[in-house]
């Protein structure tokens, strides 16, 4: 009786939750959840479930209950970090109005099955990390593609005005958050009769067929009429996938491989045509189109432009007299360069610009619309390409067709150097000591084809 009686006890620990399993004579308990993959004997579908995970602490009571206990805190551990995680997915989510996540449901890292083993606090939380990483993989497949839209565009936005390679500028996102909404028929006014692409899938129902699909269908000339329009929509799309790190099927790369026909787009110099579109009597759109000539800018450029941005030769302050010219950084370029350009303003230019410009306002802007707010590029573009349309140019000439036309014409007049530093590009290393360092070789290239301009009549 004493026997049986001791061998009871030993059998029974006084631990709330610690088990001992007769027919192998080793404790045991049930602490945390796993994942567990079967197969649904019905579909044949691969289901994953959550169970409970059983944990051996071997034959001796002593160290049974030890084990327990460590066994245990690191499973406090685990739901304390995933539960950190858990909430800021929950307010990401909220702050990008989608949907929130699944109900929390700590499981143990996969790697942390084996609770025999005792680890190091430091491998521990390796583990957690690592385990949180193939987490986030894992939600990326599990959005909708429009709930990955939404992530993959507050990322780039979260990315605008970085430096150092890490940044986006506004425009650039713009444009390419429209083309992205566009290439996946979320936009408003879609009226097409079919979809691109079913977005309301997740990323990891998607297969070969599907992106076969949607390449096809913006390949399609009876769906978009411009070759260029539909390479822009197919590779915003793969932009997205990438930054999302899906990984897709072998044989869907070679998909998003295009052969585009590119010909000349840059139209020829024409006092004739330039002399139509300065000779409009809207002062407001002769001003920007003077700026897109004299300075090489885009909208974009005029839109952003600041009364601190007004200077000297120098590159100081502008005293009220004398030449006036502009220094500041091409907003087209800015990500890729460090150095601000100095451009000779006509006295064409400066003196439109000094009849339109803004009183001193908030914003600094040197031009404000009539509602007294600073102009935006749509409305910019927008003047420029009513007057573009009014003289029968439509298709013909578009607003970066001056940046163009001009670069030509100082490239002729004053050589590669000059061009280089009216369109602002990004010289070689070998180059840059020599060419931004003086900018009287663009000014010098300025007032030739100003001289230019007025013996063709165009000014």
Known sequence: MLQKAA?????????????????????????????????????????????????????????????FYQVKGEWHRVIAAEREQYEEQKAWKSANELPPPARFKPIWPKEARDHRMVRLRADRVKQVADFFEDEKKQDALNLTIREAREKYLADCRARIGLQAGKGINQNSYDKHAQNLTLALGLNTNYSRSRKPIDVDRTLEELKHDDYRDFVRFWCDPAVVKSER?????????????????????????????????????????????????????????????????????????????????????????????????????????????????????????????????????????????????????????????????????????SVKQYQKVGASQIKALAGTDAMHQYKANAPSAADKPYILEDFSILTAALKKLRKKLKADGVL
């Open 229 to 397: 329009t539909g390479a822009n929509y197919i590779h915003a799309f793969k932009r997205m996938l990438d930054a999302l790190k899906v990984k897709l099927p072998e044989d869907v790369a070679e998909l998003f491989s295009l052969k585009i026909r590119t010909g000349t787009k840059i139209v020829r110099y024409q006092p004739v045509m330039l002399k139509k579109l300065l000779g409009c009597e809207d002062d407001r759109a002769r001003l920007f189109q003077l700026m897109f000539l004299n300075f090489g800018y885009y909208a974009v450029d005029v839109a952003r432009l600041r009364f601190d941005h007004i200077t000297d030769a120098e590159g100081n302050p502008y005293a009220g007299r004398g030449e006036m010219f502009i220094t500041r950084h091409r907003e087209k370029t800015r990500h890729q360069n460090d150095f601000a350009t100095t451009c000779y303003v006509w006295p064409e230019t400066q003196a439109l610009m000094q009849r339109l410009k803004a009183p001193s306002n908030p914003s600094g802007t040197y031009f404000l619309s009539q509602f007294g707010e600073p102009y935006s590029v749509k409305t910019i573009s927008g003047v420029v390409e009513q007057v573009i349309r009014n003289v029968g140019l439509a298709r013909q000439f």
């Open 7 to 67: 061998k009871k006890a030993r059998t029974k620990p006084q631990v709330k939750g610690l088990f001992y399993h007769r027919p192998s004579s080793q404790y045991f308990a049930y602490i945390g959840y796993h994942k567990k993959t079967a197969i649904d004997p019905i579909t044949d579908h691969k289901i994953k479930c959550r169970v409970r995970t059983t944990c051996y602490f071997g034959t001796d009571p002593t160290e049974a209950v030890a084990k």
